[in-house]
């Protein structure tokens, strides 16, 4: 199901904005201090000029690399509140709603966001944050630039009839992303044929043998070592996998570890995340 949209009215003060519970919660003034539980979110704030407003942030925010002299304050799994109060923000970004409650308990502010499932949304929450922080020139004109950022890799591929069969790998137990979810969208944008278009769920866990089955041209290894990824799996470790040999993609020396960061982190890089993805779809288009 796609998140609901966040909505915000015109960037006047008292702002009023409807979080991802359908709660309106209305602002005076722009936050000063921020805690931001979102690695998007922090990037978004930091491309906005707003990096000195960021007061802690969670241990998955890890750029710009300003970021990382920001305190973390733990992750959304596990938030310090302690560490969080001590640090008296007057707004807490989270996209996950199950700290809500608590950050209500002890006294501070959440605002609950989900993750955009589109390159759309990504867009609307950079021009809603903007409004939020009293910045609303400066999110239009970073919109502008990743609007453009797209655009740029959608001519490139306008050239493509059909692309090729893509398969994502988050995970080794086969865990994929679906089209409707954030890097689904990206590789609709980029003309792949997404492997678990048919699969039920956002985020579906496939079957060896299903994927043996649909053969992918390329794979994308969320997964490796490699580029900020967060496992073990590499294109000779995908290789030895049983039935995979045969895959197209193993044969044809296409299997890529990914930069998790740039196809999964819904923020002010998404334009260059869909390109990262595109070249590795269209090396010939990109070179």
Do not use: C
Request: hydrophobic share 45%.
């Amino acid at each position: 199901m796609p998140t609901p949209a966040p909505t915000a009215t015109p960037s006047i003060f008292p702002l009023e904005i409807v979080d991802g519970t359908g709660e309106t919660i209305t602002f005076d003034a722009p936050p000063q201090r921020i805690v931001s539980f979102s690695a998007a979110n922090t990037e978004i704030l930091f491309a906005l000029g707003l990096g000195d407003s960021v007061v802690g942030r969670d241990a998955f925010s890890d750029y710009p690399a300003e970021a990382l002299n920001v305190p973390s304050v733990g992750d959304y799994f596990a938030p310090d509140l302690e560490a969080i109060v001590a640090m008296a923000p007057d707004l807490v970004f989270i996209t996950f709603e199950s700290p809500k409650e608590k950050l209500l308990e002890v006294g501070l502010r959440p605002l609950f966001i989900p993750a955009p499932d589109t390159l759309a949304g990504v867009i609307d929450i950079i021009i809603m944050t903007g409004q939020l922080m009293g910045r609303p020139e400066e999110a239009a004109a970073l919109a502008a630039k990743v609007e453009r950022d797209i655009q740029e890799v959608v001519s490139v591929v306008s050239r493509v009839a059909v692309g090729p069969r893509v398969y994502y790998e988050d995970d080794p137990g086969l865990w994929t992303a679906g089209p409707a979810t954030f890097i689904g969208d990206m590789i609709t944008i980029a003309k792949g044929q997404n492997v678990a278009a048919g699969a039920q769920g956002a985020y579906p866990q496939l079957s060896n043998e299903f994927l043996v089955e649909q053969d992918p041209e390329v794979i994308l290894l969320g997964d490796s070592p490699f580029l900020g990824g967060h496992g073990d799996e590499t294109p000779e470790s995908i290789a030895a996998r049983p039935g995979w040999g045969d895959i197209t993609a193993v044969q044809n020396g296409r299997v890529h570890p990914v930069s998790p960061s740039l196809l999964t982190r819904p923020g002010p890089r998404i334009g260059e995340g869909l390109r990262h993805l595109a070249e590795f779809l269209y090396p010939e288009l990109f070179s």
